[in-house]
């Protein structure tokens, strides 16, 4: 690999992959099987907790935070390659408390919450001792253009008054959710992009309703889920503000590079495992006197998928190292373009390794539904594709306008 | 439209295609809340079966067979239409006695049942008083190369044996079922195709275990079911067989004709909901300025899937003609042809669909993320893409080589 | 075929077929040796008019034009099947006097000339004895909004007075080539379709010059050439103009639709003949111990250029059908679909054919690298793919905004 | 770029850079102009002998030989860089004597070549006074499999005596064309990839004659040209075969991995330019009141070049990385991925811009469609994309199989 490592870091990319695909991957059964048990679900699995516990221990924890003494302060480009390690597993990132939202909540408190907001916050967040939800996407308008948000944040002396209705906040389901970051309407004469504050709300504070879990495309994705849920004149100090008011969308835009690159590394390795299912089920099934793999395209196919998934995670890696060199405002495009890239990659090879599976691709039995539906779901969370495209277009035709 | 219909099914269309719409599809959501009640799934639903027996009472009824006086009458071509419009919701094909597998079932009996297994399965078929399930696809073999079969029908005197493990048996969760059709091998040295026969079991036989139910995508699709289901040592009198030993793959030849052009014109009339869902929304919703349909290449796709549809349409139409003026032997490529085009169809515009919903489409608001999860599975059910691709191929190289 | 055809037609089309294998293509290879010898290119061949005089004394003349005693009084669904046929090579349509946009310039004289007009160009076009060209498109403006047009074609007393530049007036290399039907800005001010008007220019007229002739992927099209052509104060008598001033759009668009069929049919024409060669050359050639065409995911495309020929075909004349019953304002949306189908159908399956020929597909030994520019232009002729989506598009959500 | 570059290398990128765009690019159309002129083609263009004599004189030469003193000892990375560069003028690669297949030749040559071959042929090839050929690929057979392969190089004494027919020997044409390195059959009984060896043949020699020149869509790319080349009794003495008897496959595999490097780096250089033109074009016309880049999903299809640009250019720096750090044994796949992506992005975006040019895109007028076409050629020549393919999917299955 052409992006090197330091020895650290690769020692700990080694270990990671180590326990995600010796000790992760053979508990996913057995988690499934306890989170479809309706007097099971929505709790949390001991051997889990005990596995995350010993990472702790071993210091593979909070990899993704590249500040120290808060994280591990490996760069974007040296931890992408861990969370394409564990992206092979949706129970991975957990494990090493690495998984969305909580990462980019992290990072939003550690770049621009208080002291006394680090402390009730952020210190449980990162022991692994609480879990957190993002509250931004709304059910009534399009929210690929944010500026529709219609929340609000209203100042109110010494208070700040939420009022809403968000969903798809994830993470609100887990029995150790405490907090929500909600971003909200405070100021609509200010100019467009400082309009809205973010806000840390107690998951349990009055006015505050998880209405429902939605299901995607079947899967409440139990223990995390995602909710839709209602801010009713929900009443907060001032200083439950993050940053300040009208701050929100600047500390929105910080806070999607890196997760980007998290979210698009963990489809790379997501992508990875589903090839190698695809081509295990393959060489090991047989039809019209050979293995399903050498039929037809079938062979063309797992080629396109390499070239596929090698180049994303390129592009990925370039990325990573263009933000850990210049910052983010440098790769504004390459951050859209993975956002893009990746999604599609693992949803084309869920698509074909599901086909190979025949029937039991779609089932439970295997992960591919599941996979497949990562793939989907994030070609349109966190902007869809095509408002991306439209970015990446925009920072294409700037280089030809200014002449 | 090209494909002109007589008076009589022109009016019959017309009718269903105001039922489905009027009556059938605003009893989706009332209908999926109940199935998600965990005290009420797997139930009947009143509202549909009291429209059933209107259905029945205006002689909108087993529209699909072509053989009078079992069914309606109506030609493969008239029927298409029908088909098509009772595509438009998962719930209609049952409200006219016209969903699979029963439809395909009671063809296997109106042309190959004797008289006794007319009369004690094809009767109550006919009228809806029962359900049935086919039990063919086998979970420890690719089931695309249907020679992999591995289950046994076993002559014993004047009984017959059956053992083995079947998957993907559809309707076996209805309350109504009571009737599986069993393939299994009977004498594996006999000619490749006359190795295997078609068994009338009685669902509550000693030795026949529905295993469990597997998820669609996260969906049991109550109150259907998808079963997996255990043969263990099942004995039956002898002329459980239907036609007689060894005839099993002739039959299931026979039964999938019409059955592709049903299922391929549903996928159509799905599809056909799914683009005005995309564009009432995309219309509805605004982002960046403009209503989202607007919006970047969202105008192109729906000229793709206008265009997709449109030819897909013809096809189906034109397969179901030569079908009713030729027979199925004319029609072999064509067949596999709508086979793959109509689910991938469904597949692209749903997929396009989502992606303008955003979160709601991957929900179970909406009817999308079924109707995506339909057409994915169309293109596996009753044999792979590829091995209809292989097929079309193989009828295409006749041409030339035979020269 | 469920498209059925009467006796006389089904006769005339099973004629052209046999014309086209039988005696035209075998012609190609000489014709095209004929073409790049430089003592001998733009004349015509002796062997062709020969066969043209045949044709036209066997009475299959003018098969295009639906209008007797004009022509030959097909249906425009019959007449799409002898087009489908002939576009098997490019030499046939103007063997059978059915060549683009000869055809066209034919339909307007016959619906829009005057007798004076009709008397002087449209008889001997239908002779066959002249040819023509139209000069619609400029260099200098997107033509793809025809509204860009600014070529001027204005009324001086009894004159009408030409200026401006066009290119791609095809057919105009021709040796017999005499007649040119401009069209250009009549009235600024007039209502936006009734600004510009046609005129019938004779091709040796003062101010009239044939700058160059462009190239096609290499090809001048030799003997009919695409003309960049300058029109320098072209006076004409003001009955050179078609239908009167201001009618310029109004014609141009009834010349489209049935235009756009013969197209299409004759790209679907080309895709089939073109479908025969790779698979012909794909079984005569080996590689890896195999005929070329067994290899990887060769018999898949094989069935997908099946499937999508097949719909195209159905598309096309599903269309044709609605224009002979209810005239083009009946199908816009039908006949911009065909416009966008048909050619990418040709050029999908002539980049895989070249593909499976290699070297010889891109030479000139084959007619594979013409038919697949064939298709390739027809992509943007006519209007590109894109202006033609989006009038698909604006009639799909014209469904939806009326209500 | 993450991919760091030596200063030296820097410095040269920049230059060449500089010289393709300001000088190079401007001597196009002149070129283009004079190769069409039927008194003129075929011969060489002073300004270009001139400027190449610059470019010799300041160092910028011999570029993409990492072996000094041959070559300017740049690692196939940093060369990597400057291929791109010359990629965005066809004309470029000779300036810096940088063009295949010459390129390759004289790798050959300074791996394989005797003292004396070397003296006679690799110096005035390094001093770019002399051209060669590349007689590999045969008409009569696929040579997708160089087993295929039919032409003989039959051991007689001292001599080795040549027979058989090549064709797309490129360079052929060129007037300073020398040399032609010839691969044919010794020992059919030896094991199967020693039976072949290469021999340096004088273009000259009696018995080699060029049969004709093979146009590619058109174009006979002068002054080089591609040969269909017979070969009849062409008597040599033994030491004109390069490494001795039976090395040809050895030879051929070592030559063509920096060779694709290049290939695909320079195609990527002409689809970087190709998007420039695409974008340059539609800001500067205007259609329906809008910039034609700004229509319907133009933006779109501009977003997703550039996501594949970018990524094909990574997957070539990574591949050129592995081969300059591990050989090219470690890269073999890898190598046959960048053969495909990189043709098949040129391929696309040169397509997507003719689109938009509509008919100047098709024309001569422009470079896109001789862009078009070397992107098509690209994915041919050298191995289809289909034997690429077949190749990583077998380094992929070796993971799994090995087990």
Not at 347 to 373: E, K, M, N, T, Y
Request: aromatic share 6%; proline share 6%; net charge neutral.
């Amino acid at each position: 690999m052409v992006f090197d490592l330091s020895e650290r870091a690769q020692a700990t990319l080694d270990r990671v992959r180590q326990i995600v695909d010796q000790e992760i991957i053979p508990l996913e059964a057995p988690f499934n099987r306890a989170m479809k048990n309706p007097d099971r679900g929505w709790q949390l699995m001991p051997e889990i907790e005990a596995l995350k516990q010993r990472c702790r221990d071993e210091g593979l924890w909070n990899l993704f935070l590249p500040v120290e003494p808060y994280g591990a302060g490996f760069t974007n480009t040296e931890y992408a390659h861990m969370a394409e390690a564990m992206g092979r597993s949706h129970l991975a990132p957990e494990v090493f408390n690495c998984n969305a939202p909580d990462t980019g909540n992290m990072e939003v408190l550690v770049h621009y919450g208080s002291e006394a907001q680090q402390k009730r916050w952020l210190k449980p967040l990162l022991n692994g001792e609480i879990r957190s939800a993002f509250c931004m996407t709304e059910p009534d308008v399009a929210s690929s253009d944010a500026t529709n948000m219609q929340a609000t944040a209203t100042l109110d002396g010494d208070e700040v008054v939420l009022n809403g209705r968000k969903w798809w906040s994830t993470g609100i389901g887990h029995p150790n959710c405490e907090l929500l970051i909600f971003m909200g309407l405070t100021d609509p004469d200010a100019p467009r992009h400082q309009q809205h504050s973010m806000v840390l709300v107690p998951k349990n504070h009055p006015g505050v309703t998880v209405e429902r879990l939605l299901p995607v495309f079947g899967s409440l994705h139990e223990p995390y889920g995602h909710g839709e849920v209602s801010f009713t004149d929900v009443r907060l100090p001032r200083d439950a503000i993050v940053a300040g008011p009208g701050r929100g969308f600047e500390i929105a835009q910080g806070r999607l590079g890196p997760g980007r690159i998290h979210h698009a590394m963990r489809a790379i390795g997501a992508a990875e495992r589903t090839l190698q299912l695809m081509i295990e089920r393959g060489l090991s099934r047989t039809a019209f006197g050979k293995p399903l793999i050498k039929l037809g395209g079938n062979l063309e196919r797992v080629a396109d998928h390499r070239m596929a998934i090698n180049q994303a995670r390129l592009l990925c890696l370039h990325t990573a190292t263009l933000i850990d060199r210049y910052g983010i405002r440098k790769a504004y495009s390459e951050v859209s373009q993975i956002k893009i890239v990746a999604a599609n990659v693992l949803q084309r090879v869920a698509d074909d390794a599901i086909q190979l599976f025949g029937g039991a691709g779609v089932s439970d039995d295997l992960p591919l539904a599941d996979l497949w539906a990562n793939g989907r779901v994030l070609r349109l969370a966190d902007g869809p594709d095509e408002v991306h495209r439209a970015t990446i277009a925009k920072q294409e035709l700037k280089r030809y306008e200014k002449r």
